[in-house]
């Protein structure tokens, strides 16, 4: 990745393929009411056409999965990291009753392109007819051959769209956006943009031992504290009403590219959490990280990542995507 896939995203559009992601496909009378009652966002609330960002717990409120669910009319998307598929799916199993909701893992039949920058939505405009969608909404867009459930993004780190098309039309698709003006983009770019933007991943600051409020999933908009029961809600709900979690996510200021991850943080001469990301900040000249630290350890702290090396605590994020 260099600056040229750097200032694509700030001046125009990058178009970048996402095939870290799984795809479900829930069907049935019941999909809305079943899959309501089994993740942290308010699935019912925004109806038909709409994209929203929550999570999957366990029943003791651990995050299985961060998930970006987008209703049409006939059918329910769900996308999460690949690497939690199976657990996802599981879960599905045992708790969608087959009567109302049937689930079919799709991974393989679609695929995800990203569009993401200033520039997206006409890039968009130029390769498919129809309106773009708004913040926190999707449609099925089409012209010619050429077909996608595209949504705007939530949550991402970054501003555009995600573009859910047939499995084997993905490359041309990528193609068609490059010819309507978007430049190809790795995702290492995406990497980037989610640390800058305080975004946790799963396998990183996310693991099987994460509550939804130690990670910011619900300063990101992934939890609803008024949609009513869901699996896990009763530790959330207490997280949310009665205290707060032991530990948070923070930024760590660092003096440079780290040896390893994920790497101990001490204060104190105690370890109070992990080094979990790190990347390189051009618009401060600096190495920039997220850290899963004990709450008593407050932004503006100076830790200790071992030996000589020191950073500073920080509030995240440390950029907002433009609007």
Not at 39 to 49: L, M, N, R, S
Not at 131 to 153: I, K, N, T
Not at 287 to 298: E, F, N, P, Q, T
Request: glycine share 12%.
């Amino acid at each position: 990745m260099g600056e040229a896939e750097r200032a694509a995203l700030t001046m125009r559009a990058v178009v970048v393929p996402r095939p870290e992601l799984a795809r479900f496909r829930l069907t049935g009378g019941g999909r809305v009411t079943c899959l309501q009652g089994l993740v942290t966002c308010d699935v019912a609330q925004p109806g038909d056409g709409s994209h929203v960002f929550g999570a999957l717990l366990t029943a003791k409120g651990m995050i299985v999965a961060p998930l970006w669910i987008t209703r049409l009319a006939d059918a329910i998307l769900v996308e999460a990291p690949a690497v939690a598929a199976p657990a996802v799916a599981a879960t599905f199993e045992r708790s969608l009753p087959p009567r109302l909701c049937k689930c079919e893992d799709v991974s393989s039949v679609f695929a995800t392109v990203g569009l993401y920058g200033p520039a997206a939505a006409g890039c968009l405009a130029a390769a498919l007819d129809g309106e773009p969608p708004a913040a926190g909404r999707a449609a099925e867009l089409r012209r010619d051959s050429a077909s996608a459930v595209v949504a705007r993004v939530a949550a991402r780190g970054v501003d555009g769209f995600d573009c859910v098309v047939p499995a084997g039309d993905a490359e041309a698709f990528a193609a068609r956006l490059g010819r309507a003006g978007a430049v190809a983009a790795s995702p290492a770019l995406l990497e980037e943009r989610r640390i800058l933007a305080g975004f946790p991943r799963l396998g990183a600051e996310i693991d099987e031992k994460t509550l939804p409020q130690e990670v910011r999933l619900d300063e990101l908009g992934g939890v609803s504290f008024t949609k009513g029961c869901y699996l896990g809600q009763e530790t959330v709900a207490r997280i949310h009403f009665r205290g707060h979690a032991n530990r948070y996510l923070a930024g760590l200021g660092l003096g440079g590219e780290p040896a390893a991850l994920p790497a101990d943080v001490s204060h104190g001469g105690q370890i109070a959490g992990r080094l979990t990301s790190a990347c390189w900040w051009p618009a401060q000249d600096t190495w920039a990280g997220l850290a899963v630290l004990r709450r008593s350890v407050a932004p503006g702290s100076v830790v200790d990542l071992g030996g000589a090396s020191e950073a500073t605590v920080t509030e995240l994020p440390w950029e907002r995507p433009s609007p």
